[in-house]
């Protein structure tokens, strides 16, 4: 006999999966830009996404289980690649994006504002480690690793964060009736 928590833990599941599925698919698209060794991806936007239709703790286990499928050699990390010396190398992770984002869409769900502060906050935790660990990987000041790893993706990811403020909502509204009510 199957109970209604056990088919709701399986909906959920059938949902990290998914959004396992769509940065498997979306995050190995990206643009390399001749000044950075980091690439243009689309990766951060499906994780904002992500944090508007999953809860914060799903989301985080959703990405994980994507750097888990990349560890394992699949080719789902930026240009098609794999392995765990892509993920050691200066391209990062976003774990904090998903944490601090994440935190304020729990604690703050209908409030836009706060919401895409939030996201400007995991992006500027992101950019701060990431910014670290670049200078370090590459032998670079803080400043020359700002110069590659920051600042040429300001704009691009305002943009992000304002698409997923617009759509992650409808989505969420879209999809609440199909998650919740099948």
Do not use: H
Not at 2 to 24: H, Q
Not at 132 to 146: D, G, K, P, V
């Amino acid at each position: 006999m199957t109970t209604t928590n056990s088919i709701s833990s399986t909906k959920r599941m059938v949902w990290v999966a998914l959004f396992t599925a769509i940065t498997c698919i979306l995050a190995p698209l990206s643009i390399p830009i001749p000044i950075s060794p980091v690439p243009i991806t689309l990766t951060n936007l499906v994780l904002f996404i992500s944090l508007y239709i999953l809860s914060w703790k799903e989301a985080l286990i959703s990405y994980i289980l994507y750097l888990l499928l990349g560890i394992c050699g699949l080719p789902v990390f930026s240009g098609f690649s794999g392995g765990i010396g892509k993920l050691a190398g200066p391209t990062g992770g976003y774990l904090f994006l998903i944490l601090i984002a994440g935190f304020f869409m729990k604690i703050f769900p209908k409030k836009k504002t706060l919401t895409i502060l939030g996201m400007v906050l995991g992006m500027a935790a992101t950019y701060i480690f990431g910014t670290l660990w670049l200078a370090a990987q590459m032998e670079l000041s803080f400043t020359a690793a700002l110069s590659v790893g920051v600042f040429p993706y300001l704009l691009g990811d305002a943009v992000k964060i304002a698409a997923a403020s617009i759509v992650g909502p409808i989505l969420q509204n879209r999809l609440f009736f199909i998650r919740d009510n099948n």
